[in-house]
C-alpha cells in the first residue's frame, strides 16, 4: 500500500545533541510537509517542500532545517535539540499535480529530550 | 487572518449513538478545502472526510458526514452508530491554495462509551 513512512517511531536524544528525523512516501507526491506537535496541542507547520523548492514559516526556529534529496524522502534535522523541542513530530505529503490538496500523514516520529 | 475554531473541547457519546462535532472558519478565500483528521492515542493522523468548497453537497463517508454552510463558514462533523473505536481527537482543518499548510482548529476530544 502506498504510504508515508517514519523513521524512527521513538528518539531519544540528548540535550544540545543533533539529532535527524527521517520521512519517505510511495505516494509519489510533490509536496512534503513536517509539522511539530506538543501535546493537547494541534500540529504546527515548521516547514515544507514544494517540489525542490523550500518554504520555511517564519516562526520556525533555525535550529530546525530541512533536507530533501529525492521526491521520496525528506529530514529533519535538529541542530541543538532543546527541552522544550520534545514532541510529535508528524510528515505529510501531498500532491498538487493530482488536483486535491489532501494532505497525508506519517505515524510521526516521538522525539524526547533528556 | 485565516482561523478554525472548534468550540468543543471535550465530548462524549453513548455506543451506537449519534454525536455533531462544531467548527467554524474564517477566511477571505472564495475556493478553499475543508477536512476533518481523527487522531487516536496512537498519534496517527488519520484523514476522516473532505469537502470542496466550491461544491455545495455534504460530503459523506459511510458513518460521517458533514453539514457544510459556506456562507456560515461553518462545517460540523456528524458521526453516526458511534463506535468505540471513533475514540480521539477531532481536528477540523482547511487548506486554501495548492501546497500550502493545513490551518487547524484546536480539537475536539471524542470520547465513545459503552
Known amino acids: 500500500d502506498a504510504m508515508v513512512i517514519q523513521n524512527p517511531r521513538y528518539q531519544v536524544t540528548q540535550f544540545g545533541k543533533p539529532v535527524t528525523l527521517s520521512c519517505s512516501q510511495t505516494?509519489?507526491?510533490?509536496?512534503m510537509y513536517w509539522y511539530q506537535q506538543k501535546s493537547s496541542q494541534a500540529p504546527k507547520l515548521l516547514f515544507h517542500?514544494?517540489?525542490?523548492?523550500?518554504?520555511n514559516e517564519a516562526d520556525t526556529p533555525d535550529n530546525f532545517q530541512s533536507r530533501r534529496p529525492n521526491t521520496s524522502f525528506c529530514f529533519l534535522d535538529i541542530r541543538s535539540p532543546g527541552l522544550g523541542d520534545a514532541a510529535m513530530y508528524l510528515c505529510?505529503?501531498?500532491?498538487?499535480?493530482?488536483?486535491?490538496?489532501?494532505?497525508?500523514f506519517g505515524p510521526g516520529t516521538r522525539l524526547l529530550v533528556l | 487572518a485565516q482561523t478554525v475554531t472548534q468550540s468543543q473541547p471535550e465530548m462524549s457519546v453513548q455506543e451506537a449513538e449519534t454525536v455533531t462535532l462544531s467548527c467554524t472558519y474564517d477566511?477571505?478565500?472564495?475556493?478553499?478545502?475543508l477536512f476533518w483528521y481523527k487522531q487516536p492515542p496512537s498519534r496517527q493522523m488519520i484523514l476522516v472526510i473532505r469537502?470542496?468548497?466550491?461544491?455545495?453537497q455534504n460530503a459523506t463517508e459511510n458513518r460521517f458526514s458533514v453539514n457544510f454552510q459556506k456562507a456560515a463558514k461553518s462545517f460540523s462533523l456528524k458521526i453516526s452508530d458511534s463506535q468505540l473505536g471513533d475514540t480521539a481527537m477531532y481536528f477540523c482543518?482547511?487548506?486554501?491554495?495548492?501546497?500550502?499548510?493545513?490551518?487547524f482548529g484546536q480539537g475536539t476530544e471524542l470520547s465513545v462509551k459503552p
Open positions: 505516494l509519489n507526491h510533490n509536496v
Open positions: 482543518a482547511f487548506v486554501y491554495n495548492q501546497g500550502g499548510k493545513l490551518i
Open positions: 477566511t477571505s478565500e472564495s475556493n478553499y478545502y
Open positions: 505529510a505529503t501531498s500532491s498538487t499535480l493530482q488536483g486535491q490538496e489532501t494532505q497525508y
Open positions: 517542500y514544494y517540489d525542490k523548492d523550500f518554504n
Open positions: 469537502q470542496e468548497a466550491y461544491k455545495q
